[in-house]
């Protein structure tokens, strides 16, 4: 019941084919020298921000 008998099966080269029709070229690779490393700037999200308490009086 669960099997569609008029499925079609692909090849890996048709797959791929299919693949770059949808998406197109891919960009090439960055270099590991073209890299650089990510520096958070905002506070992470599951922490809330901390609040300053200005007494009053």
Same mark, same amino acid.
């Given at each position: 019941? *669960?099997?569609?008998?008029? %499925?079609?099966? /692909?090849?890996?080269?048709?797959?791929? /084919?299919?693949?770059? =029709? %949808? /998406?197109?070229?891919?960009? *090439? %690779? =960055?270099?590991? +020298? *073209? %890299? =650089?490393?990510?520096? +958070?700037?905002?506070?992470?999200? *599951?922490?809330? +921000?901390?609040? =300053?308490?200005?007494?009053?009086?």
């Amino acid at each position: 019941m *669960d099997e569609q008998p008029n %499925r079609e099966q /692909f090849s890996d080269e048709e797959y791929a /084919f299919l693949r770059h =029709v %949808r /998406f197109g070229e891919l960009p *090439d %690779r =960055v270099r590991p +020298e *073209d %890299r =650089v490393e990510l520096t +958070e700037t905002d506070p992470p999200a *599951d922490q809330p +921000e901390p609040q =300053v308490w200005h007494p009053q009086g």
